[in-house]
């Protein structure tokens, strides 16, 4: 997994920093960080990371799932949405998405570590 690049997309500072800290201790480059589902999109197609952590609730009217939507438009980007809105609405709206998994926020390391893990094996796959 070394030097794979992820774009995090979420619109809470703190929540932001976090798992920008957490990304670098798992030995993952941050290439750009998003708070609108329109900086996403852009920022997903002007770096093509390696995948993306992505919120569901953003602060603009494209919502994460919105955004993944339109970035799958145009690559197969992995996306993991970590959200504080799990709700079944949301859950049944990011199944018309690819996604590797829906994690409910406050995310953790180790939960985060074992997604990783299951995203490095796809990748090794590949």
Do not use: C, H
């Not at 290439?31 to 996403?40: F, I, L, W, Y």
């Not at 995948?51 to 339109?70: H, V």
């Not at 980007?77 to 409910?104: C, M």
């Amino acid at each position: 997994m070394a030097n794979k690049r992820v774009l995090i997309v979420e619109d809470e500072l703190i929540q932001s920093i976090l798992l920008e800290k957490m990304m670098t201790e798992l030995g993952f480059k941050v290439v750009g960080k998003a708070k609108t589902g329109e900086s996403a999109i852009r920022l997903a197609k002007e770096f093509n990371p390696d995948f993306i952590t992505m919120d569901i609730f953003l602060q603009d009217d494209i919502d994460g799932i919105e955004a993944t939507k339109a970035i799958q438009e145009v690559s197969s980007i992995p996306v993991i949405y970590i959200s504080g809105n799990t709700d079944s609405y949301n859950f049944e709206r990011a199944k018309n998405t690819s996604y590797i998994d829906f994690l409910s926020k406050p995310v953790n390391k180790t939960t985060l570590k074992a997604i990783l893990t299951k995203l490095r094996e796809e990748f090794a796959e590949v």
